[in-house]
């Protein structure tokens, strides 16, 4: 079992930056991929980016190549996402997510965060 718990969201004007934390607990953290997800309101929860157990492969959706970045540190248990250029369409509620492997690209999620809402004012 992992408990993953996110941080870092709130409210930022377009053009500024935030960093989200996801802090995992549980068994070990280490070996599985993660990823963040974000679902706005009235819209399907879409896929961000996800980081391969090591940090030595990422995959991001083309909406956030540039702008999004993702790390982790494993001796904390977290992975990070750093995001610069936001825009108000990245106005939602973010999650982290560990997957069942280890590698990315991978499509097996099995385990979620409560999420963290960021809001980006125009």
């Known amino acids: 079992q992992v408990q993953l718990v996110e941080s870092g969201g709130g409210l930022v004007q377009a053009g500024g930056s935030l960093r989200l934390s996801c802090a995992a607990s549980?068994?070990?953290?280490?070996?599985?991929?993660m990823g963040w997800f974000r679902q706005a309101p009235g819209k399907e929860r879409e896929f961000v980016v996800a980081?391969?157990?090591?940090?030595?492969?990422?995959n991001y959706a083309d909406s956030v190549k540039g702008r999004f970045t993702v790390s982790r540190d494993n001796a904390k248990n977290t992975m990070y996402l750093q995001m610069n250029s936001l825009k108000p369409e990245d106005t939602a509620v973010y999650y982290c997510?560990?997957?069942?492997?280890?590698?990315?690209?991978?499509?097996?999620?099995?385990?979620w965060g409560q999420g963290t809402q960021v809001t980006v004012s125009s």
């Open positions: 549980g068994r070990a953290f280490s070996s599985n991929a």
């Open positions: 980081i391969s157990w090591n940090g030595g492969g990422t």
């Open positions: 997510a560990a997957a069942r492997l280890s590698t990315v690209p991978t499509t097996t999620w099995r385990y």
